[in-house]
């Protein structure tokens, strides 16, 4: 069956300029996950969408990053004015909304900021 | 929140030797574990993972790992490593909620 799937797979902006991530689930996860990975940094929680649920957003670095999940499924995460520190991978995982379900991760959408 | 910790950012051994990643974790209850690999070029894969049971863990590739609620640890082993073992480890903490934290990852290297 098919995996989880980010698009694009490359992405390239010029500073200030505002990028929109997506990601479609694995059809029946209800549970999705948004992790950055820096080069040589390991990975870095973002948000969490848990069903229906309120997303805990804790893990967003500032306010220009913001996500959205749509009828429970497809999720955007968009960065306003983008900086070259927002230059990383973006993962993007889910799995089935139950305690101690493995996470199935997304091939990545890789960002440079010029 | 959950946080997890490994110690090791890179590890060298030689292929064929035994192999230890350490993780450690926080949490105020009963976590949720996990090591996932990432390989060069590819996404994050499950390699085993705890939540109840035997605190010995069997994985795939040859993989195990031990939980330890005295240590908080819930390190990484293999017996014996092959030059395709060569990647990025990542120890993962769970939380009743679902939510998972990761940590920064171990780069393991495979000397011929």
């Known amino acids: 069956g098919a995996g989880v799937s980010q698009s694009p797979s490359n992405k390239v902006t010029e500073k200030g300029k505002d990028v929109e991530l997506r990601c479609d689930p694995i059809?029946?996860?209800?549970?999705l996950y948004w992790y950055r990975q820096s080069l040589g940094q390991g990975l870095e929680f973002l948000i969490y969408?848990?069903?229906?649920?309120?997303?805990?957003k804790s893990g967003l670095p500032s306010d220009r990053f913001s996500a959205e999940r749509t009828g429970g499924s497809v999720s955007t995460l968009t960065i306003q004015r983008t900086q070259q520190e927002d230059s990383a991978v973006y993962l993007c995982?889910?799995?089935?909304?139950?305690?101690?379900?493995?996470?199935?991760f997304g091939p990545g959408t890789r960002l440079l900021v010029l | 929140a959950q946080s997890v910790t490994q110690p090791d950012i890179h590890i060298t051994v030689s292929e064929g030797a035994s192999l230890e990643l350490r993780c450690n974790y926080s949490?105020?209850?009963?976590?949720?574990l996990f090591w996932y690999v990432q390989s060069p070029g590819q996404g994050l894969q499950l390699l085993l993972k705890?939540?109840?049971?035997?605190?010995l863990v069997q994985g795939i590739k040859g993989f195990e790992a031990e939980f330890k609620r005295s240590q908080s640890s819930f390190n990484l082993r293999k017996p014996s490593v092959h030059w395709s073992d060569a990647a990025e480890y990542f120890c993962?903490?769970?939380?009743?909620?679902?939510?998972?934290?990761f940590g920064a990852g171990t780069r393991l290297t495979v000397k011929p």
């Open positions: 995982a889910s799995s089935r909304n139950r305690v101690g379900e493995t996470q199935y």
């Open positions: 059809s029946g996860h209800t549970a």
């Open positions: 969408f848990q069903g229906n649920s309120a997303p805990d």
């Open positions: 949490y105020g209850a009963t976590p949720y």
């Open positions: 705890y939540f109840s049971g035997d605190t």
């Open positions: 993962a903490v769970g939380g009743s909620n679902n939510d998972m934290r």
